[in-house]
Nanobody, 123 residues
Framework: QVQLVESGGGLVQAGASLRLSCTAS????????MGWFRQAPGKEREFVAA????????HYADSVKGRFTISKDNAKNTVYLEMNNLKPEDTAVYYC????????????????WGQGTQVTVSS
């Protein structure tokens, strides 16, 4: 059972930056995808970004493209989400997720989830 632990959330002002981290307890599959999702109050959870372990292919939601960057450190089994120029609408609980397959944006396709980390952006 893969366990995912997120960290790095917090309270920041608009325009600031944050880096989220997600460390997996193991990476027992050579292929697979790590994703970030978020859920704002009163809204459904939505896709933010994803990256594949093997080829480092990435994909971003339009709302974060150009501001957020997903990256990974294979040796540490860790995925990062660098968030720049944060906006109040980025306020949400951010979840890390993993799946044993290619890059997709549907959350139902992800098998493992972290507990979430809160990001709050004040105006």
């Amino acid at each position: 059972q893969v366990q995912l632990v997120e960290s790095g959330g917090g309270l920041v002002q608009a325009g600031a930056s944050l880096r989220l981290s997600c460390t997996a307890s193991e990476r027992t599959f050579s292929t697979g995808t790590m994703g970030w999702f978020r859920q704002a109050p009163g809204k459904e959870r939505e896709f933010v970004a994803a990256i594949t372990w093997s080829r480092s292919s990435t994909h971003y939601a339009d709302s974060v493209k150009g501001r957020f960057t997903i990256s990974k450190d294979n040796a540490k089994n860790t995925v990062y989400l660098e968030m720049n120029n944060l906006k109040p609408e980025d306020t949400a609980v951010y979840y890390c997720a993993a799946r044993r397959g290619g890059l997709v944006t549907m959350q139902i396709a992800y098998n493992y989830w972290g507990q979430g980390t809160q990001v709050t952006v004040s105006s």
